[in-house]
């Protein structure tokens, strides 16, 4: 018996032990609950219906006249196609591989066309349609390919006689009148802005078209051909949808979480329908998506960041009325009703996962951007083309499984009005847990580093969950972040809520990403040309509210950056102008991160013989970038080395300052890319320094992206941002209330960071050819290989990058607002 009884104290021990060590920490792992996979940023996914695999970020779906023909477009990074599908019976029939595509996809009205947006190439294609089978299309030309012009068509509609077709653009923000059986233009409009869809009303007699990035929707008399009006609707307008009267036009707004309920009669706004899951004016929802039930009395809307539909009840215009929420993949972009179903694209589909295949073959495309076969060459994937989307197909739910599945929605989702207010946290903690309530620190230091995994860095430490064969920049080539990861905290479980820096960049600053940006970036990714500039540069990119500086102005925190959006004193958004490191310059692969940190080092000296230090102070230290293997350029391993010297100096010269005893750093990567990970390819180093942090831990929490900033935003007594930060665990755990003031010291160098390549071979021919004058110009996938080679060897091969399914190792706790 007392055998028993001290087996039982020694498991009860453990558990407990094992309890204390996981009771918050997620990791990849088999599935605990059936059908719930968790997402590297924290939400969870429980996709309600079944599905089928569709390509890389489906767009945009277009039913036929008919129902029996469902065609998808798909506008990811890397392959991209349109599909041609059987809905009743969930199966594909055709496929095409498109050199260049987007959003823009519209059935004939006799359903023997299907017209599909051609991209940058600036064509529409013209598929026959015959026994289910897409034939070669013939091609409409708006103008010359990218770059030059720049027109991109979008949204699409046709007249009933199949005598006109309308597109849209949005590099040229006009609409062109077209043809089609002549195959030419018949009058281009200028429009105010970007454009995403476009509808006509049933008489024919208006074209609607929703200015993407904006907050309108222009109205198009198609008898005078002229534009007669706009009507003001909410951020970033993108989806429509008229009833079948043509009385009632919705209106998606992606930067509102709403849609627009317009009386066309009048004109008017009548009502606008609020989506989110709690009461909310804080973005991150992205209303996308709109579908009417077949007797029009309920309304479903896509919400892409919250992974759901929202159903209403909108039988009295006006007076619409919440019902509930439906389940769905990951970032949904479009919903269509099919009689009793509910189909939806999932841009990202079901889960966050592994590239079983590796390398794929380079595709061959005829003149009409059709594909005709296989080289032998092969494509390198990365992780912007790993998420493959897919299509659900719903029920209609009765109303209690509405309520099972509203239920689930809410278990899904992090985000509760709670925790906009109240962050999670504990009494004490030196990060407090509400708006206005004290911190000793002062001094906020944000450094923000370009595209690493966590196992490409910090790999070889013993102490944390990495894999040493994967490591490329271990502790000789980065000492001082092996030793900020073992004098404060060691994170191995944080990951970046961003794919790329396009968006990385967006996340870092504002802990969302709109619309605009996260169906853009993967066209210039993929080599397709289309407007970038994703930094500052183009306001139809901002989030509603603006970036973290902007809310630092409006709280009168004061604030300053050292080449983040922006460089010298030129600053890309305007609540930087005059706040600007005046010598910091911004991207640039031939200045290394030792300038970065001199320019630092004596602007923060003579603020702080003024005592004028900032209170948030954003760095970009960004050289373990890297230039690859281009002969005369830093080699890989000197500007990792350059950039680990850099951030060591920065945190020697602040902890021997006078106000290190108020002051904290958070270290991040804007995004980690495609470098090996054996957990996934989110998982990113990220550190936090200062005398509130504690010593010689390791925390296996999981973190994101918007987690840091939400630590930040305590600090320093801002509001969340979005939806995802209100959501994110702040780093409490990493803090402790008993500060250790002692200062840091620098650890030399081990390797020559002025080193540069000398070697003449494949990887360097191919460095030639890269654009390293902004972040991610290069394609990043061979990029990677060839820093992997730089280390590893000429004839070595990097791993395919690892893409897992998140799980939740202790059951959710139940959160107060349920």
């Given at each position: 018996?007392?055998?028993?009884?001290?087996?039982?104290?020694?498991?009860?021990?453990?558990?407990?032990?094992?309890?204390?060590?996981?009771?918050?920490?997620?990791?990849?792992?088999?599935?605990?609950?059936?059908?719930?996979?968790?997402?590297?940023?924290?939400?969870?996914?429980?996709?309600?219906?079944?599905?089928?695999?569709?390509?890389?970020?489906?767009?945009?779906?277009?039913?036929?006249?008919?129902?029996?023909?469902?065609?998808?477009?798909?506008?990811?990074?890397?392959?991209?196609?349109?599909?041609?599908?059987?809905?009743?019976?969930?199966?594909?029939?055709?496929?095409?591989?498109?050199?260049?595509?987007?959003?823009?996809?519209?059935?004939?009205?006799?359903?023997?066309?299907?017209?599909?947006?051609?991209?940058?190439?600036?064509?529409?294609?013209?598929?026959?349609?015959?026994?289910?089978?897409?034939?070669?299309?013939?091609?409409?030309?708006?103008?010359?390919?990218?770059?030059?012009?720049?027109?991109?068509?979008?949204?699409?509609?046709?007249?009933?006689?199949?005598?006109?077709?309308?597109?849209?653009?949005?590099?040229?923000?006009?609409?062109?009148?077209?043809?089609?059986?002549?195959?030419?233009?018949?009058?281009?409009?200028?429009?105010?802005?970007?454009?995403?869809?476009?509808?006509?009303?049933?008489?024919?007699?208006?074209?609607?078209?929703?200015?993407?990035?904006?907050?309108?929707?222009?109205?198009?008399?198609?008898?005078?051909?002229?534009?007669?009006?706009?009507?003001?609707?909410?951020?970033?307008?993108?989806?429509?949808?008229?009833?079948?009267?043509?009385?009632?036009?919705?209106?998606?707004?992606?930067?509102?979480?709403?849609?627009?309920?317009?009386?066309?009669?009048?004109?008017?706004?009548?009502?606008?329908?609020?989506?989110?899951?709690?009461?909310?004016?804080?973005?991150?929802?992205?209303?996308?998506?709109?579908?009417?039930?077949?007797?029009?009395?309920?309304?479903?809307?896509?919400?892409?960041?919250?992974?759901?539909?929202?159903?209403?009840?909108?039988?009295?215009?006006?007076?619409?009325?919440?019902?509930?929420?439906?389940?769905?993949?990951?970032?949904?972009?479009?919903?269509?009703?099919?009689?009793?179903?509910?189909?939806?694209?999932?841009?990202?589909?079901?889960?966050?996962?592994?590239?079983?295949?590796?390398?794929?073959?380079?595709?061959?495309?005829?003149?009409?951007?059709?594909?005709?076969?296989?080289?032998?060459?092969?494509?390198?994937?990365?992780?912007?083309?790993?998420?493959?989307?897919?299509?659900?197909?719903?029920?209609?739910?009765?109303?209690?499984?509405?309520?099972?599945?509203?239920?689930?929605?809410?278990?899904?989702?992090?985000?509760?009005?709670?925790?906009?207010?109240?962050?999670?946290?504990?009494?004490?903690?030196?990060?407090?847990?509400?708006?206005?309530?004290?911190?000793?620190?002062?001094?906020?230091?944000?450094?923000?580093?370009?595209?690493?995994?966590?196992?490409?860095?910090?790999?070889?430490?013993?102490?944390?969950?990495?894999?040493?064969?994967?490591?490329?920049?271990?502790?000789?080539?980065?000492?001082?972040?092996?030793?900020?990861?073992?004098?404060?905290?060691?994170?191995?479980?944080?990951?970046?809520?961003?794919?790329?820096?396009?968006?990385?960049?967006?996340?870092?600053?504002?802990?969302?990403?709109?619309?605009?940006?996260?169906?853009?970036w993967p066209t210039s990714y993929g080599n397709r040309g289309g407007t970038t500039n994703y930094e500052g540069g183009r306001p139809v990119t901002y989030p509603r509210d603006g970036f973290i500086w902007d809310y630092c102005k409006r709280a009168g925190v004061t604030y300053r950056s050292y080449g983040e959006f922006g460089e010298y004193s030129k600053a890309n958004i305007k609540s930087l102008q005059g706040h600007m490191g005046p010598h910091s310059p911004g991207f640039n692969m031939d200045i290394t991160d030792q300038v970065r940190a001199d320019a630092w080092q004596a602007d923060f000296d003579s603020l702080l013989t003024k005592n004028a230090v900032p209170q948030f102070n954003t760095l970009r230290i960004s050289n373990d970038h890297t230039s690859g293997q281009r002969k005369g350029k830093v080699a890989p391993m000197a500007a990792v080395a350059d950039n680990d010297l850099a951030v060591g100096r920065i945190i020697e010269h602040l902890s021997h300052s006078p106000i290190w005893k108020e002051s904290v750093v958070f270290i991040l990567e804007d995004d980690a890319q495609n470098g090996p990970d054996h957990v996934d390819a989110h998982r990113s180093p990220a550190f936090v320094v200062g005398p509130y942090v504690k010593r010689n831990a390791v925390i296996h929490n999981?973190?994101?992206?918007?987690?840091?900033?939400?630590?930040?935003?305590?600090?320093?007594?801002?509001?969340?941002?979005?939806?995802?930060?209100?959501?994110?665990?702040?780093?409490?755990?990493?803090?402790?209330?008993?500060?250790?003031?002692?200062?840091?010291?620098?650890?030399?160098?081990?390797?020559?960071?002025?080193?540069?390549?000398?070697?003449?071979?494949?990887?360097?021919?191919?460095?030639?050819?890269?654009?390293?004058?902004?972040?991610?110009?290069?394609?990043?996938?061979?990029?990677?290989?060839?820093?992997?080679?730089?280390?590893?060897?000429?004839?070595?091969?990097?791993?395919?990058?690892?893409?897992?399914?998140?799980?939740?190792?202790?059951?959710?706790?139940?959160?107060?607002?349920?």
């Amino acid at each position: 018996m007392n055998n028993l009884k001290e087996l039982f104290l020694a498991a009860t021990v453990l558990c407990l032990i094992f309890s204390q060590k996981y009771s918050f920490a997620q990791a990849p792992g088999k599935t605990k609950t059936p059908g719930q996979i968790l997402l590297p940023n924290g939400w969870t996914l429980s996709p309600a219906g079944n599905s089928i695999p569709l390509g890389d970020l489906p767009l945009n779906m277009q039913l036929s006249a008919s129902g029996k023909l469902l065609a998808v477009t798909n506008n990811g990074q890397s392959t991209q196609s349109v599909q041609l599908i059987d809905p009743k019976n969930e199966r594909l029939l055709d496929e095409k591989e498109l050199k260049k595509s987007w959003y823009g996809l519209v059935f004939s009205p006799n359903e023997k066309d299907l017209y599909v947006s051609g991209g940058n190439d600036n064509i529409i294609l013209d598929f026959h349609v015959r026994d289910g089978k897409l034939g070669t299309p013939d091609t409409i030309r708006l103008g010359k390919g990218w770059p030059a012009n720049k027109i991109c068509p979008t949204g699409m509609a046709i007249s009933k006689d199949n005598a006109v077709l309308y597109a849209v653009t949005k590099e040229d923000s006009s609409l062109y009148v077209i043809d089609p059986a002549q195959r030419s233009i018949s009058k281009r409009i200028q429009l105010p802005g970007i454009a995403y869809s476009c509808i006509l009303t049933p008489d024919q007699s208006k074209l609607y078209i929703s200015m993407f990035g904006g907050d309108r929707v222009v109205v198009y008399n198609t008898v005078s051909q002229n534009i007669t009006g706009e009507i003001l609707t909410g951020s970033h307008p993108n989806e429509l949808l008229l009833n079948k009267k043509g009385s009632i036009l919705f209106v998606a707004n992606a930067n509102d979480n709403t849609v627009s309920v317009i009386n066309t009669l009048s004109g008017k706004v009548i009502e606008t329908i609020g989506t989110t899951l709690y009461p909310t004016k804080l973005t991150g929802s992205t209303t996308n998506g709109l579908a009417l039930s077949a007797n029009e009395k309920t309304l479903y809307i896509a919400n892409a960041d919250n992974n759901c539909l929202a159903v209403f009840d909108v039988s009295k215009p006006g007076s619409s009325l919440s019902q509930g929420f439906i389940p769905v993949g990951w970032y949904p972009t479009n919903v269509k009703v099919l009689g009793s179903k509910i189909l939806v694209t999932n841009g990202k589909g079901n889960t966050s996962m592994a590239n079983p295949k590796g390398p794929q073959p380079i595709s061959k495309l005829d003149n009409s951007g059709v594909h005709t076969g296989s080289s032998a060459n092969d494509r390198l994937q990365y992780i912007a083309g790993l998420f493959k989307g897919s299509l659900s197909f719903i029920n209609t739910p009765t109303p209690e499984q509405l309520k099972v599945y509203t239920k689930q929605v809410y278990a899904n989702t992090p985000f509760t009005s709670k925790r906009t207010t109240t962050a999670d946290g504990e009494a004490g903690n030196p990060i407090p847990r509400k708006q206005g309530e004290k911190s000793p620190i002062k001094y906020v230091f944000y450094i923000i580093k370009e595209n690493r995994t966590y196992d490409q860095v910090l790999g070889d430490m013993p102490q944390g969950n990495g894999d040493t064969s994967l490591t490329l920049f271990g502790q000789k080539v980065t000492p001082n972040h092996h030793a900020l990861a073992t004098d404060f905290v060691l994170l191995d479980n944080f990951y970046v809520d961003a794919e790329v820096s396009a968006d990385g960049h967006n996340w870092s600053m504002a802990a969302y990403a709109t619309d605009v940006v996260e169906k853009t970036w993967p066209t210039s990714y993929g080599n397709r040309g289309g407007t970038t500039n994703y930094e500052g540069g183009r306001p139809v990119t901002y989030p509603r509210d603006g970036f973290i500086w902007d809310y630092c102005k409006r709280a009168g925190v004061t604030y300053r950056s050292y080449g983040e959006f922006g460089e010298y004193s030129k600053a890309n958004i305007k609540s930087l102008q005059g706040h600007m490191g005046p010598h910091s310059p911004g991207f640039n692969m031939d200045i290394t991160d030792q300038v970065r940190a001199d320019a630092w080092q004596a602007d923060f000296d003579s603020l702080l013989t003024k005592n004028a230090v900032p209170q948030f102070n954003t760095l970009r230290i960004s050289n373990d970038h890297t230039s690859g293997q281009r002969k005369g350029k830093v080699a890989p391993m000197a500007a990792v080395a350059d950039n680990d010297l850099a951030v060591g100096r920065i945190i020697e010269h602040l902890s021997h300052s006078p106000i290190w005893k108020e002051s904290v750093v958070f270290i991040l990567e804007d995004d980690a890319q495609n470098g090996p990970d054996h957990v996934d390819a989110h998982r990113s180093p990220a550190f936090v320094v200062g005398p509130y942090v504690k010593r010689n831990a390791v925390i296996h929490n999981m973190y994101s992206t918007s987690g840091f900033l939400r630590t930040m935003e305590l600090i320093l007594g801002l509001p969340p941002m979005s939806q995802y930060d209100a959501a994110a665990m702040p780093l409490y755990e990493c803090f402790t209330s008993k500060p250790d003031v002692t200062p840091y010291k620098l650890i030399p160098a081990n390797i020559d960071i002025k080193q540069v390549n000398v070697a003449v071979n494949e990887s360097s021919k191919r460095s030639e050819t890269f654009n390293f004058a902004k972040e991610d110009a290069a394609p990043d996938l061979e990029l990677n290989q060839i820093v992997w080679k730089s280390v590893k060897g000429e004839h070595s091969v990097m791993p395919a990058p690892k893409r897992s399914a998140f799980v939740i190792l202790e059951k959710k706790k139940k959160d107060d607002d349920d």
